[in-house]
């Protein structure tokens, strides 16, 4: 347990959760968080890896839990191998796989291991992973963990009402938002939903068309929402146009503007068409180039307290952005 | 071993097909012998279960000819009939028979000639395909 | 309706190894409606296994054809009781309760299902069904505008849509409408979105197959004796 740690701390500055997040965004300060993907096998060295690259970049990272449905090593495991590394996670958990029970259990296992962030997520249904005959669970869904975990927190009672000895663990509570899925008009009540039902933080979809992710926060501010909860904006850097026409086309609920795939092209323009490291290359340096603009644009949107950076596969990428676009020198955790 | 004639059963629409049958004979057209018409008001009036009976009974090869499309006389008899031979198509493959035996053709009560025609195609098909292994099974099953 | 569809026939057809004498028999209930159980469905399926059974050498197969107007209770059943005993098995093509109460009915007997049972639905355009319910035991349908989200949301979810929806259309597959899409329409529609605002807690699965097999029990209905029988009272 960190109590040694809490105690050395201001009282007010880490009551949820004695974490890294919720002491940034008491703070006030602008919340950075990126996303680390556990391995597919069980290389711990892989995640240390990963681990060390985002350390000190940003205040916490997300792991994902069995993501797109494919089995990974577990996000609770992964997560406590990069405490080990000195970076705080941010549990994912997914109603598809758990039912209440082994969420509360799993909960509990987590927060006595030192875990203080925890993503309730419906989860990307399993027909579109590497088990589609698997049967999901969809026992409570994410509006009904967040508030589960609440009341666990708040409240020290499990789902069923009955005490948790001992009271319940202390995570700092996250939820998704899709600003541009559908059905549009019901997305800012959604997320206030979220925040009613006890969430501390949103992470969004990734955010690359800015005038129709202003026109949401629009309607978020004007519901007062964003004063429950703090609202981090998904962005991530492009690798290449191909990526681009591929998010707009294949994954629901995306919006990418084709002004971007004109930009990525025109990155390339004057390298030969058979020099496939140096187009890669000049592509991910504009993806990442567009990345910092998008961040500086989203930065002065009223009502975000943070951005959530994803760079799949590439968590190299977050650094960088991070140092240009001015958020953090790198020095310090 | 004896030489292979096969049989045919042909079922036709009574505004086109029939008509045009009649037409083939009368312009000294004829069309092959191995083909049994079987008269109907419409291809419409063919159910799934028609096609495998003629099967079953030792056919070796089934052909519906009805009405060219958008000239059916029920309006839409004939695309229903299309429908149901893709399906009998499929149980033909569950059963272990070619789909091939099976076949559609679309003409209009004046086309005596292209029916003689293509009625003498499907026959060559199913003469390609061989005697209908259950005609076989059926003779086999006679002399046990 | 149940609606039900055809197994595959070679399925069917290693189910009847063995057997010599078979009685196929249909349902005029809702397998009919839907068309994988009705009369023409039994003549069809009784002339491809017989076809099939000749193509593979076996011994030859009879297969008779029947109906009954309802497999799912026992007083119709009583029409085949004696013929029943002439068979080797019974091809059933009813829906899973009409295989179980064939089998309850007649111990003796082997009984096959010649269909798999899919779900409770309705046909929403000629020759397509779609599923409607789930049987969950505690109807939430007044909350959610005559949508289920049980049966039809892809993730059962009770506090809106999930992020995958787009155009209207689920994430898991874009043949089917975003179930949560057609819930906010209709509050819209009906000036109702106030009441998709509120919480739905976490749902007591309880009354649903969660909670093991069920049973419904009405004791004005039941005879006196059998009340006896099984309370004791
Ligand atoms: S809420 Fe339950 S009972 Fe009502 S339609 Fe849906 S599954 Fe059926
Ligand atoms: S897209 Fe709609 S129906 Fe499909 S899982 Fe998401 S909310 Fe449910």
Redesign the interface.
């Known amino acids: 347990m960190s109590q040694g740690n809490a105690a050395a701390e201001p009282a007010e500055a880490a009551r949820k959760s004695g974490g890294n997040l919720e002491r940034a965004l008491r703070q006030g300060h602008f919340a950075v968080t990126a996303e680390l993907g556990p391995p597919r096998g069980w290389d711990a060295a892989f995640v240390r890896k990963k681990a060390q690259i985002l350390k000190g970049w940003v205040d916490a990272a997300n792991v994902t839990d069995n993501q797109a449905a494919v089995v990974h090593m577990s996000s609770i495991a992964t997560g406590l191998l990069m405490i080990e590394e000195g970076l705080e996670p941010i549990i994912q958990m997914t109603c598809r796989d758990r039912n209440r029970l082994a969420m509360q259990s799993d909960l509990l296992g987590a927060a006595a291991h030192g875990v203080h962030n925890l993503l309730c997520l419906s989860g990307d249904h399993q027909s579109k992973g590497d088990h589609p005959g698997a049967k999901n669970v969809h026992d409570i869904d994410s509006i009904q963990l967040v508030a589960m975990v609440r009341a666990m927190r708040d409240e020290n009672h499990y789902q069923n009402g009955r005490d948790i000895p001992g009271g319940g663990p202390r995570l700092f509570i996250g939820a998704a938002a899709n600003p541009f899925a559908d059905p549009a008009g019901m997305r800012p009540y959604r997320l206030r939903k979220k925040a009613q039902a006890g969430a501390d933080f949103i992470q969004t979809q990734l955010v690359y068309d800015v005038p129709r992710f202003r026109e949401f926060m629009k309607k978020v501010v004007d519901l007062g929402a964003h004063e429950r909860v703090a609202i981090l904006a998904g962005v991530g850097p492009l690798k290449s146009p191909g990526m681009a026409r591929h998010l707009r086309l294949n994954v629901p609920g995306m919006a990418v503007p084709e002004s971007l795939d004109a930009r990525l092209e025109a990155a390339v323009k004057g390298i030969a068409g058979d020099d496939k490291t140096a187009r890669s290359t000049a592509w991910r340096e504009e993806g990442k180039r567009i990345c910092v603009e998008l961040i500086q644009e989203i930065r002065e949107i009223e009502g975000v307290a943070g951005v959530h950076i994803m760079a799949i596969e590439w968590e190299e990428a977050v650094p960088e952005i991070v140092k240009a676009a001015g958020l953090r020198s790198g020095t310090q955790g | 071993m004896d030489p292979f004639h096969p049989e045919v059963v042909a079922f036709c629409c009574r505004h086109c097909a029939y008509a045009a049958a009649d037409l083939a004979g009368g312009k000294r057209q004829p069309y092959p012998a191995a083909i049994k018409i079987v008269e109907l008001p419409c291809t419409g009036r063919i159910?799934?279960?028609n096609i495998?009976?003629a099967?079953?009974d030792g056919a070796d090869g089934v052909l519906i000819a009805g009405c060219l499309n958008g000239s059916c006389h029920y309006i839409k008899g004939n695309l229903y009939a299309r429908q149901r031979l893709d399906y009998v198509h499929g149980?033909l493959g569950?059963?272990?028979?070619e789909a091939e035996r099976a076949r559609m053709i679309n003409i209009s009560a004046a086309m005596g000639v292209q029916f003689a025609e293509l009625a003498g195609e499907h026959v060559e098909t199913v003469r390609a395909l061989g005697p209908s292994?259950?005609r076989r099974?059926?003779k086999q099953?006679e002399a046990a | 309706m149940i609606v039900a569809e055809k197994k595959p026939l070679d399925a069917i057809a290693r189910m009847l190894d063995g057997c010599g004498r078979v009685l196929a028999v249909g349902c005029g209930t809702c397998v009919t409606v839907c068309f994988s159980g009705g009369g023409k469905e039994v003549a069809t399926l009784a002339a491809s296994l017989r076809m099939k059974r000749r193509m593979e050498e076996g011994k030859p197969l009879e297969v008779t054809e029947a109906m009954v107007q309802r497999q799912c209770e026992w007083e119709y059943l009583e029409p085949l009781a004696e013929q029943i005993k002439e068979y080797d098995a019974v091809l059933s093509l009813g829906c899973g309760v009409g295989v179980q109460t064939l089998a309850e009915r007649f111990p003796a007997t082997r009984i096959l299902p010649a269909l798999d049972t899919l779900f409770m639905g309705l046909p929403s355009a000629q020759g397509v069904w779609e599923e409607r319910c789930q049987g969950c035991g505690a109807c939430v349908l007044d909350k959610t505008g005559g949508i289920c989200p049980v049966s039809r949301c892809a993730k059962q979810l009770f506090n809106g849509p999930c992020g995958g929806s787009q155009n209207g259309r689920c994430e898991v597959d874009a043949a089917l409408p975003c179930a949560w899409h057609m819930i906010w329409e209709r509050a819209e529609a009906l000036g109702m979105t106030e009441s998709l605002m509120a919480i739905e807690a976490p749902k007591d699965w309880a009354t649903s197959r969660d909670g093991g097999p069920r049973r419904m029990v009405r004791d004005d209905l039941r005879l006196p004796a059998e009340q006896g029988q099984e309370g004791g009272e």
């Not at chain 2, 569950?94 to 028979?97: D, H, S, T, V, Y």
């Open positions: 159910d799934v279960v495998l009976h099967f079953e149980l569950e059963i272990g028979l292994p259950l099974k059926i099953g």
